[in-house]
């Protein structure tokens, strides 16, 4: 089995910076994403990560450390639009899917 | 346009009906999926076909059948709906497979409320 934890809930000020933490253990790890979704909508693409390392893309960024089992999505800037809930998922080289994490949600406060 | 629809929306229906979820995807994308988020939000995988071929089957109870007429369309038929079927059900699609790094495109999503 896949085990994905990441926190359930953070909270942070508009403008501010939050770090979402994914943890994982799987084997046979070939990628992780992370998607975004709002309330009642469905989920959306934000960043895939094979490799070791950091990809921004805009506001947000995300890493991955695969010898530790470990990434981050990272939202700067943040704005009211960004209070929704952020989905890690990995996949193995040997599967056809992607097995999601709890989810955490961020409020965005004034 | 609309890349990945589902129809209906809303579903509210009795225990012991059977329904019907459509899906249908413009993307040109071999490759469909349905997912189940429960009311935790904890969104699980339970059919994945590729080129109308059922790839994934998670353990699903039997009551539950997709079928895929063509690569467009994935639809979901379920028998004898329970309470616990009570969830958000979404539809998905991709190039190919998230193991080679594909994102997948989720419809709207089907709110299906048995009582």
């Known amino acids: 089995g896949q085990n994905i934890d990441q926190p359930t809930e953070m909270t942070a000020t508009e403008g501010a910076i939050v770090q979402i933490n994914c943890t994982y253990q799987t084997s046979g790890f070939n990628g992780l994403f992370w998607y975004q979704q709002h309330a009642g909508e469905a989920p959306t693409f934000l960043s895939y990560?094979?490799?070791?390392g950091l990809e921004e893309k805009g506001r947000f960024s995300s890493f991955l450390s695969r010898s530790k089992g470990y990434s981050y999505l990272l939202l700067k800037e943040l704005q009211m639009k960004d209070s929704a809930s952020y989905l890690c998922a990995v996949t193995r080289s040997n599967d056809y899917k992607l097995s999601f994490g709890a989810g955490t949600t961020v409020t965005v406060r004034a | 346009d609309t890349a990945v629809s589902q129809t209906p929306k809303y579903l509210v229906t009795q225990m012991g009906n059977d329904k019907s979820i459509k899906c249908e995807q413009n993307l040109g994308h071999d490759t469909m999926y349905w997912y189940k988020q429960d009311s935790k939000k904890f969104l699980k995988i339970m059919f994945s076909?590729?080129?109308?071929?059922?790839?994934i089957n998670e353990t699903v109870p039997n009551r539950f059948s997709p079928k895929s007429p063509d690569k467009a369309h994935l639809n979901l038929h379920i028998n004898s709906l329970e309470l616990g079927d009570s969830a958000v059900y979404f539809c998905?699609?991709?190039?190919?497979?998230?193991?080679?790094?594909?994102?997948?495109?989720f419809g709207p999503g089907t709110r299906l409320t048995v009582t």
């Open positions: 998905a699609s991709s190039q190919e497979f998230p193991g080679q790094g594909y994102e997948q495109y």
């Open positions: 076909y590729n080129n109308k071929e059922l790839i």
């Open positions: 990560n094979v490799l070791d």
